[in-house]
């Protein structure tokens, strides 16, 4: 995949986005970072686990856990005890990723390389990006520092700025098996939501809203995207109903109610003129309450 021609080829871009549910994306920007730092002589092979780089880098044993007010925890981590590999992710109290968790980034890989290789930076949970956060990650693209790359991994790729995904090179993972839409030409944007959707069950009542909020504005365009929202959303829900069928499971009631739920809400949003935001608020808590079971 395009990560490993990277690390083969060594035309080493200065930023990544990569994207899709589940651990696959933290994974692969972990080991092209670690691969990037690797000393080793065969590119093919990187990491190669032999040199002093790679035994820098591996996992510790314990990790690191990060806070993005710095109060109880540091703003960022090495990658395992790598001086040039940081990694920064929503802090476990966190709803965001914080500005200042972006800006101490910015200042630890402008200090020189200590190893005198690449530095990498790795931005996990991307979607998190408050706004600040984001033009203060824009101004880092902008001008990066040499020698260095910033990995961004994200659930979704839309979640961020459209001037933000044009510096990254994008390497998207597709939705993970639990949930697939059958539907063969989804377009992308449907993809990333699906992607999203696979992962509402690890999302809090505060995430929801954020979600939600997403679907302000301009009423048209709005009532459009939730639209959207409840078309895939429906998909979504039969496509679950369909599996826990198929794996002998009939408790397919809270799947059911869910459906039951949307449509009513697609009928408000056409017939009714219902804000978008507050429809989707209440499709997104159904569709949170019938996985949660
Ligand atoms: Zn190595």
């Not at 290789?117 to 706004?131: F, H, N, P, S």
Request: hydrophobic letters at 40%; one cysteine or more; charged letters at 30%.
């Amino acid at each position: 995949m395009l990560l490993r021609n990277s690390l083969e080829s060594g035309r080493i871009h200065s930023a990544y986005l990569i994207s899709g549910a589940g651990d696959r994306p933290r994974l692969a920007a972990t080991e092209f970072a670690r691969g990037l730092a690797c000393a080793g002589d065969a590119a093919a092979t990187k990491p190669c686990e032999q040199c002093a780089a790679c035994h820098r880098s591996r996992d510790t044993a314990e990790e690191v856990e990060i806070d993005g007010t710095g109060k109880h925890g540091p703003l960022y981590r090495h990658i395992g005890e790598h001086p040039d590999l940081f990694w920064t992710q929503r802090g476990a109290q966190g709803t965001r990723v914080r500005i200042d968790q972006i800006r101490a980034l910015q200042r630890a890989v402008r200090v020189g390389a200590n190893e005198g290789g690449w530095r990498v930076a790795v931005i996990a949970d991307a979607e998190w990006l408050g706004q600040e956060a984001q033009n203060a990650l824009l101004r880092l693209l902008e001008e990066p520092p040499d020698r260095t790359c910033i990995v961004l991994v994200s659930r979704s790729a839309a979640a961020l700025l459209a001037t933000i995904r044009s510096r990254c090179v994008r390497v998207a993972f597709p939705a993970e098996e639990r949930i697939r839409l059958r539907a063969p030409d989804l377009p992308e944007e449907f993809g990333e939501l699906v992607a999203r959707l696979d992962a509402i069950e690890k999302l809090g009542l505060p995430e929801l809203l954020d979600w939600a909020e997403e679907y302000r504005g301009n009423r048209a365009s709005a009532a459009a995207q939730v639209q959207s929202l409840l078309e895939v959303g429906s998909a979504w829900l039969r496509e679950c109903v369909t599996r826990c069928v198929h794996a002998g499971d009939a408790e397919v009631r809270a799947e059911l109610d869910a459906l039951h739920v949307l449509s009513r809400c697609r009928r408000d949003l056409i017939q009714r003129n219902a804000n978008p935001q507050m429809i989707a608020e209440r499709s997104l808590f159904a569709v949170r309450e019938a996985v949660s079971r």
